[in-house]
């Protein structure tokens, strides 16, 4: 049995989902008896956690209060958070990219409206980075929002070519580029996986029904979703290799002790060339053909443009 600060730590982390649980269900999440939780839920209230009762099925959820639930943050403070994890959660500081809509779900569940209009206010006359490609922050917290509790999502979807369809999914997991968001998501209509650009996407609400998480391929959360996806042999280790290309961009596999292949995506050829070309490794092209002919090209190109003599 958990002791009962880190009890109440798991209590809040299930309610912080936005779903209603029973007493049941919360038992035998946290190994009590409903009894326990319902101590528990009552403590939580009192440190000023707006836990409300939903009558019928003797359950629980989280709701949002007039005032932030105790966090040690004043109004300003909260804000800034908000404003800095939409910030992170769009590539500016690499890494942190999932992890921050995460968080960011979870702040604005509980976030009272006059501080939600401010968060939106301020994101509306934010500076998008140049180069990215712009997602509205209420399709990507649905989206992180589906993926996080296996909800099925439909939504309307605007191809390479204009084109529009309406696509039912089991969504996976979010990836972010740097300059793009993509879901990763088994689509029902094909029996296949698929990646979605974020920025193509309109959700229709609701989601549902909840879904078992199917096992993913690796290759699609980095490749998947581009015009061009491309494999390349690379002469270095691929402990080394993996130290310079971040996985959700391209996905590293050992080929023996000092070759490594790399499978990676873009939407362009010049850009697949040069990522892997400034690695400054020895390389061979092994797909597409169209990657080799660019190139081959492109090194035309370049050596007619070094003066002779």
């Not at 979870?106 to 997602?135: D, F, I, N, W, Y």
């Not at 369809?165 to 996986?193: C, F, I, Q």
């Not at 015009?227 to 390349?232: C, L, M, S, T, V």
């Amino acid at each position: 049995m958990l002791e009962t600060s880190a009890r109440l730590l798991k209590l809040l982390s299930l309610l912080q989902s936005p779903r209603d649980w029973s007493g049941a269900a919360l038992a035998a999440e946290l190994g009590v008896g409903p009894r326990t939780v319902r101590r528990d839920v009552e403590k939580l209230r009192n440190l000023g956690y707006p836990v409300d009762a939903v009558p019928g099925v003797a359950g629980y959820r989280l709701g949002a209060g007039a005032a932030l639930p105790p966090l040690l943050l004043d109004d300003e403070e909260a804000v800034a958070v908000a404003v800095g994890l939409r910030a992170a959660a769009g590539g500016t500081v690499a890494g942190i990219e999932e992890s921050s809509v995460r968080a960011l779900t979870k702040l604005e569940q509980v976030l009272p409206s006059r501080l939600r209009h401010r968060v939106r206010l301020l994101q509306a006359v934010a500076v998008t980075p140049s180069g990215a490609a712009p997602v509205r922050p209420d399709v990507l917290l649905a989206v992180a929002e589906a993926c996080r509790d296996h909800q099925r999502m439909r939504f309307d979807y605007r191809n390479h070519d204009g084109t529009e369809a309406r696509r039912t999914t089991e969504p996976h997991r979010l990836v972010n580029t740097g300059r793009r968001w993509y879901l990763t998501a088994w689509d029902l209509d094909r029996s296949d996986w698929r990646t979605f650009r974020l920025d193509r996407l309109q959700p229709v609400i609701p989601t549902g029904p909840r879904f078992t998480p199917r096992e993913v391929p690796e290759t699609k959360t980095a490749s998947g979703g581009y015009r061009y996806q491309a494999r390349f042999r690379v002469h270095a280790p691929a402990e080394v290799v993996a130290d310079q290309l971040a996985p959700s961009v391209a996905i590293v596999t050992p080929i023996d002790a000092t070759t490594t292949a790399v499978e990676a995506g873009s939407n362009s050829l010049d850009e697949l060339a040069l990522y892997v070309g400034l690695l400054g490794h020895p390389f061979e092209i092994e797909s597409p053909a169209e990657l080799i002919t660019h190139v081959r090209d492109l090194a035309q190109r370049l050596t007619l443009a070094v003066p002779r003599g």
